[in-house]
Each structure stands twice: as C-alpha cells, then as structure tokens.
C-alpha cells in the first residue's frame, strides 16, 4: 500500500474497518428488490448523525478555503470561498447509508450540484473518473457517471446551518446512491482522470463502487 506519509491511517477505528473488510463483516447476502423498501439491507436507522473520520478533523477557515477543480478538464477552475459561494445553488433531501451499516433519513443539504461543475469545467472525452482529495489526507475514487448523479452536492450546509468541522465543514460531497465514504468531507481537490485509482478505503479492502442497495461493502479479494 502506497500512502502519503502523512495520512492518519493507524487509529483504532481505521485498524477496526479494515479487520471488517478482511471478515466480511454485515454483508447479510439481501439484495433488495429496487425500490421494495427505504432502507438498504443489513442497515439500521439512527436518528442522531453519527461522526466518522480517519482520527483527525481538521479545522479549516473560510479566509483561507480554496478548491481546485482540474485534470481532464476543459477548464481547470480554482475558487476561493465566496467565488464558491457565488456559483449556482442547490438543494436536496436524501439518506444517509454509511458502510458501518447505521443510515440517517431526510438530511437536507445546500450547495452546488456536481452537475453545475460538469457544465463549467466541462471534462474532456478521456475523463471517466474522478478523485477527490480532503484536507485530512483521505481520498476516495468515482466513475464520472457516479459523480454526475443528479442528486449529488458539494455541500455547505446541513438543515440550514453551515456544515460543522467534525461533519466535513466548509465543503463536502453528498452522494447520496454510495455509502457514504464516497462522500469526502473537508473537501479541498476534484481531479478527472482518464483511469480508476482507488482511494483511501478502497485500497484497504472497501468495495470500489459502494452501492448500498447491492450490499457492495467489501472488494472480492
Ligand atoms: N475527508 C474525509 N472524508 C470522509 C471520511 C474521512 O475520514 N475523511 N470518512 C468517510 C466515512 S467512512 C463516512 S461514514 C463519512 C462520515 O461522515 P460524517 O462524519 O459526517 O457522518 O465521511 C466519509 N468522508
Ligand atoms: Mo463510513
């Protein structure tokens, strides 16, 4: 395993999730008929928001935000917070699925569409995947198709309140179709590029793709 020297990889619950990985652990063998019930199999309902992180939640101002949007790109962009802010916005109500198997309904998020920076950056033909890279070090992988869901936000806010630090503050992804290590919290690069390359948990024995709904927690092998 290749890592940036740097990612807080060795915490318990990192040690714990990879053990998972290794045991197959929750996987119930339900496939659920699409659209038969709500809640995805082997989830439960929580009704508080439970905070999942690599050990380290880094507190990021706003003066001193940036993201940059670029590889495969026709064009590469670079905002700072209010030129973030100033871009088109969004909202959507979805549910939370996280691979630890608790899921979270109704959670209403505001930003900008994913599609909103598909139309600006306008990825280039050989473009099929994306990572996105977090101010903690973690990363995480993508088809284009996935990132391109029309009901996936880079959020700023959380029932109406700004996005807290431990829940990904300034800036998240929401994509609400993937558990929910898809969705990077403290967001700070969205980079396309022409092959897959498997983020942090999809190196350590987490499924590549992560539908909930086909139970994809774990890699095959
Ligand atoms: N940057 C970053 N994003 C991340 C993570 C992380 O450790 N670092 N954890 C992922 C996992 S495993 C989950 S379940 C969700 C948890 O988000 P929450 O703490 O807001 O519930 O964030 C995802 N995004
Ligand atoms: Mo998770």
Redesign the pocket.
């Known amino acids: 395993m290749t890592d940036d020297p740097d990612t807080p990889a060795d915490t318990k619950l990192t040690r714990t999730k990879q053990a998972w990985a290794r045991s197959a652990k929750f996987l119930t063998g339900r496939i659920a008929r699409p659209d038969n019930e709500r809640l995805p199999p082997g989830q439960h309902l929580v009704k508080d ?6 050990g380290l939640q880094p507190e990021i101002a706003v003066s001193s935000w940036s993201l940059d949007i670029d590889g495969l790109v026709e064009r590469p962009l670079h905002w700072r917070w209010d030129e973030f802010m100033a871009q088109e916005q969004s909202t959507d109500v979805s549910d939370i699925h ?3 198997t608790w899921s979270r309904y109704d959670n209403r998020w505001e930003g900008v569409a994913t599609r909103t920076i598909l139309d600006l950056a306008h990825p280039k033909a050989e473009a099929g995947f994306v990572v996105l890279y ?1 101010h ?1 070090g ?1 990363t995480t992988n993508l088809t284009l198709a996935d990132f391109a869901s029309e009901d996936a936000i880079l959020a700023h806010s959380w029932e109406g309140r700004p996005l807290t630090a ?3 503050g300034p800036l998240r992804l929401v994509l609400p179709k993937l558990y ?2 898809k ?4 967001l700070k690069r969205i980079e396309f590029t022409s092959e897959n390359r498997p983020g942090f ?1 999809e190196v350590r024995g987490y499924h590549d793709r992560g539908d909930p709904w086909r139970e994809e927690r774990y890699s095959d092998d």
């Open positions: 928001w439970p905070v999942l992180d690599l996280c691979v630890t977090s903690d973690y431990e829940h990904g929910f290590w969705s990077a919290k403290w948990w």
